[in-house]
């Protein structure tokens, strides 16, 4: 990744303590990544419009729009936007529902680690 480009990522979870979590850990970890929080489709939108995003974490399951009809209608808008589906619901048919919806992957919330979640991140900011 180029030298002093910011790398802005969002993080759309209603989960407020596994939102807060994640953002820390990416700050921590990347000191070129700004990170910006969402708890629903509306405030998503909201960042997404007013400074859109490199990279986004999406909860599949959040109040009102789920994160796969917004993740829909973002990549629509921006195919250029990288989306990470994470979920507590490892069911084969929300990994096929991720990927109809355009998600480009899908991270289980209770198998996956930091690490290992880290370890994507890196290779999704490596192509950037």
């Known amino acids: 990744m180029a030298k002093n480009k910011v790398f802005n990522?969002?993080?759309?979870?209603?989960?407020?303590?596994?939102?807060?979590?994640?953002?820390?850990?990416?700050?921590?970890?990347?000191?070129?990544?700004?990170?910006?929080?969402?708890?629903?489709?509306?405030?998503?939108?909201?960042?997404?419009?007013?400074?859109?995003?490199?990279?986004?974490?999406?909860?599949?399951?959040?109040?009102?729009?789920?994160?796969l009809e917004l993740t829909r209608r973002i990549k629509r808008d921006h195919q250029e936007i990288t989306v990470i589906m994470l979920t507590n619901y490892d069911l084969e048919e929300y990994r096929e529902a991720a990927r109809n919806y355009g998600a480009d992957f899908f991270m289980p919330k209770g198998t996956s680690s930091w690490e290992e979640i880290i370890k994507l991140v890196e290779t999704v900011r490596s192509k950037a």
């Open 9 to 67: 990522t969002l993080i759309v979870e209603d989960n407020a303590t596994f939102r807060k979590s994640l953002s820390e850990m990416l700050t921590e970890r990347f000191d070129d990544m700004r990170v910006s929080e969402a708890s629903d489709s509306r405030e998503a939108q909201e960042i997404i419009a007013s400074n859109t995003p490199d990279l986004i974490l999406m909860d599949v399951r959040l109040p009102g729009e789920s994160g």
